[in-house]
C-alpha cells in the first residue's frame, strides 16, 4: 500500500508540472504532454476554425485528425464547445498534435491577463489517440469504452472523440482556476513531494498539511479532481453521443460502477450528467 501511495505522488507531482505547459521556451513539457519539435510546427498545417480556435496539424496527421474531430463534432455539447472557444472573447485555443505520447493527449501553455483571465492555452494530441484504453482508475469513462470498440459496436474514433473532450475540460477547468493559486501548485508541488520522500512518506507531516492547505489539496488530491473534470466532459460528450444507441444504459453502467468503486468523492459530477438530457431515461443510475 505504501509503495502504491508513493507511486501516486511521483504522478501526481509529474503530472502537474505536466499541465503547466512551458512558461518560457527552456522549460520542457513531460511525456504525457510534450510539445512537438520545432521543426515539426514549422511544417505544421495551420487553419483557423475562428477567430480564437487554432488548429496547426502536422500534414501526417491530418487525415485522421478530420475523423477525430468530426467524431467529436457529432455530439451536440461537442459542437456547443467548439463554438465557444471558436469566438471566445479572451482565450486563443491552439489544438496541434505531438506524437511524443501517441495514445495520450494533454494541456498546457496557459497564459493569463494582468485582469486574471486565462487568454491561451494549448490541447496537444498524441498521433495515435484513437488506441489505447487508460486505466479505470483515473479515467472510468474512456476505459468503459473498450469492449464496445472490441465488440465492433463503436469506431475507434470514438476513443479518440473522448479524448479531446477530457482535454476540452481540462482548459475549461483551468480557466475556472486563479492564476495566483495555479502558479503556488506549480511551485509547491514539487517541494512537497521532495519532503514525501523524506519523510518516511508521513502525510500528516505538519509543513505536508500547511501546503495542502494552501494548495487546495495534496498533489494526489489536485490531480486527482482535474482528471475527474475531464472524464466529465468527455462523459457530456457520450451523453449526447450515444444517445440513440441501445446500449447507452449499460455503459453508463459500468461507467457508475467505476466511479463508485474508484472515485466515489467526485461521484456527483458524474451522477448530474446521467440525469440530464439525452440519456436514456430507462437507465437505472441514481
Not at 489517440?129 to 476505459?143: A, F, K, L, Q, R
Not at 495555479?182 to 520522500?197: E, G, M
Request: aromatic letters at 12%.
Amino acid at each position: 500500500m505504501r509503495i502504491r501511495l508513493v507511486a501516486f505522488f511521483v504522478m501526481a507531482a509529474a503530472a502537474l508540472i505536466c499541465f503547466s505547459g512551458p512558461s518560457s521556451s527552456s522549460e520542457l513539457l513531460s511525456a504525457r504532454c510534450s510539445a512537438p519539435e520545432a521543426a515539426e510546427v514549422s511544417r505544421a498545417f495551420a487553419r483557423d476554425s475562428g477567430p480564437s480556435l487554432k488548429e496547426s496539424i502536422d500534414p501526417r496527421y491530418e487525415k485522421r485528425y478530420v475523423q477525430w474531430k468530426d467524431e467529436f463534432l457529432a455530439a451536440e455539447i461537442a459542437r456547443v464547445q467548439w463554438e465557444l472557444y471558436a469566438k471566445h472573447p479572451h482565450l486563443t485555443l491552439t489544438i496541434t498534435i505531438s506524437p511524443a505520447n501517441k495514445h495520450g493527449a494533454g494541456t498546457g501553455n496557459y497564459k493569463w491577463n494582468e485582469n486574471g483571465e486565462l487568454i491561451e492555452a494549448t490541447i496537444f494530441l498524441g498521433s495515435r489517440i484513437d488506441e489505447g484504453y487508460p486505466s479505470s482508475v483515473y479515467y472510468p469513462v474512456m476505459n468503459a469504452l473498450e469492449p464496445y470498440e472490441q465488440n465492433q459496436m463503436i469506431s475507434r474514433n470514438v476513443l479518440a472523440a473522448a479524448k479531446i473532450a477530457h482535454e476540452f475540460g481540462h482548459v475549461m477547468k483551468i480557466a475556472d482556476t486563479p492564476e495566483d493559486l495555479y502558479k503556488l501548485q506549480l511551485k509547491l508541488v514539487p517541494i512537497y513531494n521532495k519532503i514525501f520522500l523524506s519523510n518516511g512518506h508521513n502525510v500528516n507531516d505538519p509543513r505536508l498539511v500547511e501546503m495542502a492547505q494552501q494548495m487546495g489539496g495534496n498533489p494526489v488530491e489536485i490531480w486527482e479532481d482535474r482528471e475527474y473534470w475531464g472524464e466529465a466532459n468527455a462523459m457530456l460528450y457520450l451523453r449526447d453521443r450515444m444517445a440513440k444507441e441501445g446500449f447507452q444504459c449499460r455503459l453508463f453502467n459500468k461507467i457508475k460502477r467505476m466511479v463508485e468503486q474508484y472515485a466515489k468523492r467526485y461521484e456527483d459530477r458524474f451522477t448530474e450528467i446521467a440525469k440530464s438530457r439525452g440519456v436514456n431515461y430507462s437507465c437505472s443510475w441514481k
